[in-house]
């Protein structure tokens, strides 16, 4: 079997996985979700996902358009409050997301700082501006540098 049907096959599993726990949490009729392609190089998806009258959103970068959907899932779902920790499959870690660049990692706390801060929904969004992380150094810097400024904001006394 190829290296891509493999990964393709797990990625499959982990989203099956993953619609099986929204099936139980919220009902099949109970949730849905829309992907929006952002970029094709790198990969990139942003997710919808609507479920009890609320929205919230992922974005995902990977190897493929199909990883980063599945990622940006998870992010949305993890949003919403479920921990997939123990209850989903992760894929097989492909090569490039296996030796993540610390600018993302710092991304991704801030915006968890920001999603415990009650400004999730600003966070997205700029994330979704920028394309995931940003296509380039630059951009990378003034999304972390808009965060950043969104925290502070949040954390400013009345």
Do not use: H, N
């Not at 609320?54 to 990977?62: F, I, T």
């Not at 997205?124 to 394309?131: D, E, T």
């Amino acid at each position: 079997m190829a290296e891509g049907s493999r990964e393709t096959t797990s990625q499959e599993q982990a989203l099956t996985a993953l619609y099986e726990v929204l099936d139980e949490t919220w009902g099949s009729d109970g949730w849905s979700c829309t992907f929006s392609a952002v970029s094709a190089r790198p990969a990139a998806v942003s997710c919808l996902l609507e479920f009890a009258g609320l929205k919230r959103s992922g974005v995902g970068e990977g190897a493929s358009l199909e990883e980063a959907a599945l990622r940006a899932l998870q992010m949305a779902v993890r949003q919403a409050g479920l921990d997939l920790s123990t209850e989903i499959p992760q894929p097989a870690a492909t090569a490039p997301e296996a030796q993540k660049p610390s600018a993302q990692e710092l991304i991704d706390k801030l915006v968890a700082r920001l999603r415990e801060a009650g400004k999730g929904r600003e966070a997205a969004a700029l994330v979704v501006k920028y394309g995931g992380y940003g296509a380039d150094l630059e951009s990378t810097r003034k999304l972390y540098g808009e965060l950043r400024a969104l925290l502070l904001e949040k954390e400013a006394p009345a």
